[in-house]
């Protein structure tokens, strides 16, 4: 399993030295209060600059950030209580934080958007941690909600400029290698043809799966669920991504799914996912 990497120092350029990320990595951490010991362990033995955090299920003021601190972290955080939750955890600076984007759809109370997505530019680079709506099932309301967030989504990804990385939890398989058994799948969300389209509406305006050709397919997989043994037997999914724009994506010289950090007592039932940039 990668681990160090070269070149992590300051880059120059016209002769002046300044920080910029180079590794960067999302993790669906399902509760940072729970899990806060494995993401600090993370971070540091992986020599992460950058980390997207989603299923944080923690209002700001109630996350174990000291540690993160001490590391010399900083964190942008939102969320409104033991559900949902993003972050980004910077140790290359964290500028011009954007709590949701343009257009995003509410749930339930409409005048108040669930903690699902923060923008946050980090060593220059502008990195979205998102999580995605489950949908739960294809004639539940929620999964009609889950689409139009995705096309707000995608409606709001058209203006953004600059290095942009689009990462997180997409609770979507949009390949049938993205499953352990697709026909165990026929009638279940994540695999059905709008939310594939809908993935692929952001790949047909460019925007990049830069780990795929790095993490080939079939069965590297980021989900795997607690329920009967699924890790242990690999019947996991893919859903977990980093999608960039063209000039992310051409800054793309490595990626890996960190696999073993979804073993063991205690473990999230996601892997990180982790993007080496030039």
């Not at 160090?4 to 016209?14: I, L, S, T």
């Not at 997207?52 to 969320?79: I, W």
């Not at 939310?195 to 952001?202: L, M, P, T, V, W």
């Amino acid at each position: 399993m990668p681990c160090g990497r070269a070149g992590a120092g300051p880059a120059a350029v016209g002769g002046a030295a300044y920080p910029r990320p180079v590794r960067i990595a999302t993790w669906n951490v399902n509760s940072l209060r729970s899990r806060i010991d494995r993401v600090e362990a993370f971070l540091q033995r992986h020599d992460v600059d950058v980390l997207a955090l989603q299923e944080t299920k923690a209002r700001e003021e109630q996350l174990p950030l000291m540690g993160l601190t001490s590391l010399g972290y900083d964190v942008a955080a939102v969320g409104h209580d033991q559900w949902n939750g993003v972050a980004v955890i910077s140790r290359v600076g964290i500028e011009d934080v954007e709590v949701g984007f343009e257009g995003m759809p509410s749930w339930g109370d409409p005048g108040v958007a669930e903690a699902r997505a923060l923008g946050a530019t980090c060593g220059g680079v502008r990195v979205w941690s998102l999580y995605v709506p489950n949908g739960r099932k294809v004639d539940d309301p929620h999964y009609a909600y889950k689409l139009d967030w995705l096309a707000r989504l995608h409606e709001a990804s058209r203006s953004m400029s600059g290095d942009v990385a689009l990462v997180g939890d997409w609770n979507i398989a949009p390949q049938d290698e993205d499953v352990f058994d697709v026909a165990a799948f026929a009638r279940s969300t994540h695999v059905t043809r709008p939310e594939r389209a809908a993935f692929e509406a952001f790949l047909d305006d460019d925007w990049v799966d830069v780990v795929r050709p790095h993490a080939p397919g079939p069965e590297v997989y980021t989900y795997w669920d607690y329920y009967r043994q699924r890790y242990e037997r690999n019947r996991g999914m893919r859903i977990d991504f980093v999608l960039g724009n063209p000039s992310f994506a051409d800054r793309v010289r490595g990626a890996f799914i960190d696999r073993d950090e979804r073993a063991g007592k205690g473990a999230s039932d996601h892997a990180p996912v982790v993007v080496d940039l030039d």
